[in-house]
């Protein structure tokens, strides 16, 4: 495997690779045949650059193929082209070549900064009109150097990226060339994708799902909007007069009383201010939804002859994700969700915008659809938020309402049940208790005090002896009479519910509204 980065001036040009197999550097200054040679000693390895899937393989093709770098150079950074736009010749230069950019990209010296590493930039312009000093070249190794050496780091930091991509190649015996592509182009390789020009782009339709009737007429505009299409020529106009016209549309309707946007990339709703809400608030979250509907309403692009393959991706990437392997399933989630990028890229052999439509406005339709029976059909519903893939709700906490309710409950039943127990042992008892009690207070008190207390104490063991007989005496009348009122009645579970009503009953006050 070899690290590498180019660096290109108007009448010079160098590069700096590590070759991390035979631990050796190699820098080569204005030497196409050193170049060369080393190209042809390690063609079939693997090689390692920033950026370099647009641009640093491109430099290197191009010097292969007798090319000026700098013309190739101001193509892609100022001109703004593809580097493979550049000349056919380019593809008959085969290249295993492997970017550790990350994608959205991230400059490296904002991830050196991370890595805590040194972000000083070389002193030497590149727009210098003169060829270098020997002093400037080896100002600019020095920093080429060290910009490998951090790509080096980057690598290690993200080798679970390159383990995973790397399986993908195998998995699906997919060239080795292939690991530096993009996940929208091997996302066509795995679907052994054909190139096809579809021409129903706005033929797109309704799956039979939608029960939509509240919100219809979000519906009703997609429907326009595909007769507008026709109508305006929108189909055969230019690419960038599509995307214009794709980007003009959006539907602006209020849902659940939340503001919502709806359009041809998605739907995002949100309160204009902040909320804040008491109860149980769930993420309503699909995992892969698109690629989930892509499966299954049969919408995989109809250009794959192996459409089968994206289940084989999605599965795998659900089994990691279960195992909780995050990074080894990232790449399978990027491989998924490449895929409805690459139905809209006429560049890519996987085009089918008519099924990309149809993927993206039924997505937003069935979230609208469930919206609409979440709040017709649950007690105080609340939609927080909403966006292309799900949705943040709040519902009363009726859940935890009832169980702190029935463990309170079950509390007061043991309490009852557990002072009766006590209760009768008590009374059955009563002698010995009594007996023991004497004891104490005569061996502690003087003899005036102690009859003064046994007196006390004579009362109130007759007292409780009253209220505990006459007290289970009326638990039995008031769970007698409510059997003998739910025979009557014929309403079932008469006897335990008449137990329990009894029972409850021996506790004051908040007995009987426990057993009613």
Request: charged share 20%; aromatic share 12%.
């Amino acid at each position: 495997m070899l690290f590498y980065d180019f660096e290109v001036f108007k009448y010079d040009w160098l590069v700096v690779v590590i070759d991390s197999i035979e631990q050796t550097e190699h820098v080569i200054v204005n030497d196409r045949d050193k170049l060369q040679a080393l190209y042809d000693d390690h063609k079939y390895d693997i090689w390692v650059g920033f950026n370099s899937r647009h641009y640093d393989q491109y430099i290197l093709k191009a010097i292969l193929c007798d090319f000026d770098p700098k013309e190739i150079n101001d193509f892609i950074i100022v001109q703004g082209y593809d580097g493979w736009q550049f000349s056919t010749q380019l593809n008959k230069i085969p290249l295993n070549n492997y970017d550790v950019m990350p994608n959205p990209p991230i400059g490296l010296k904002t991830l050196e900064g991370f890595l805590g590493s040194n972000i000083k930039e070389t002193e030497v312009p590149f727009d210098i009109d003169r060829n270098l000093t020997e002093a400037e070249i080896q100002q600019t190794i020095f920093y080429c150097r060290h910009d490998v050496e951090q790509t080096i780091k980057v690598f290690v930091e993200k080798k679970d990226d390159f383990n995973a991509m790397y399986g993908i190649v195998k998995a699906f015996n997919l060239p080795l060339n292939c690991i530096g592509d993009t996940e929208a182009r091997i996302t066509s390789k795995v679907l052994a994708c054909s190139r096809t020009r579809f021409e129903d782009e706005f033929d797109y339709y309704f799956l039979p799902c939608l029960r939509l009737s509240k919100y219809k007429g979000v519906q009703d505009w997609f429907e326009q909007k595909k007769r507008e299409a026709k109508t305006r020529g929108i189909p055969e106009a230019s690419d960038y007069e599509k995307r214009a016209w794709y980007k003009a549309q959006e539907h602006k309707i209020i849902v659940a009383g939340v503001p919502h946007s709806f359009g041809f990339g998605g739907l995002h709703g949100a309160p204009e201010k902040p909320v804040h809400v008491k109860g149980l608030i769930l993420h309503v979250d699909v995992g892969s939804y698109y690629p989930s509907m892509l499966i299954a309403w049969d919408l995989v692009t109809r250009a794959a002859d192996h459409p089968e393959q994206y289940k084989h991706v999605y599965d795998t990437r659900m089994e990691l994700k279960a195992a909780g392997k995050k990074k080894e399933q990232a790449p399978y989630k990027k491989l998924l969700n490449a895929l409805s990028g690459a139905m809209k890229d006429q560049t890519n052999p996987a085009y089918d915008p008519r099924n990309n439509n149809c993927m993206c406005i039924n997505g937003q339709l069935m979230l609208l659809d469930l919206i609409e029976h979440l709040e017709a059909g649950v007690p105080g519903f609340s939609l927080i938020q909403s966006n292309t893939d799900g949705l943040i709700i709040s519902i009363p906490d009726r859940a935890n309402g009832f169980l702190t309710a029935s463990y309170n409950f079950g509390v007061s039943l043991a309490n009852i049940v557990l002072a009766f127990v006590l209760a009768i042992y008590f009374l059955i008892d009563m002698d010995n208790l009594l007996g023991g009690i004497k004891k104490l207070l005569r061996a502690m008190l003087p003899p005036k005090r102690y009859h003064a207390s046994a007196e006390f104490w004579s009362r109130c063991n007759t007292i409780l002896i009253r209220y505990i007989t006459f007290d289970i005496v009326d638990g039995f009348i008031i769970g007698g009479c409510n059997f003998v009122f739910m025979t009557v009645l014929s309403m079932p579970y008469a006897v335990l519910i008449s137990v329990i009503v009894g029972v409850t009953n021996l506790a004051p006050t908040f007995g009987p509204i426990v057993g009613g």
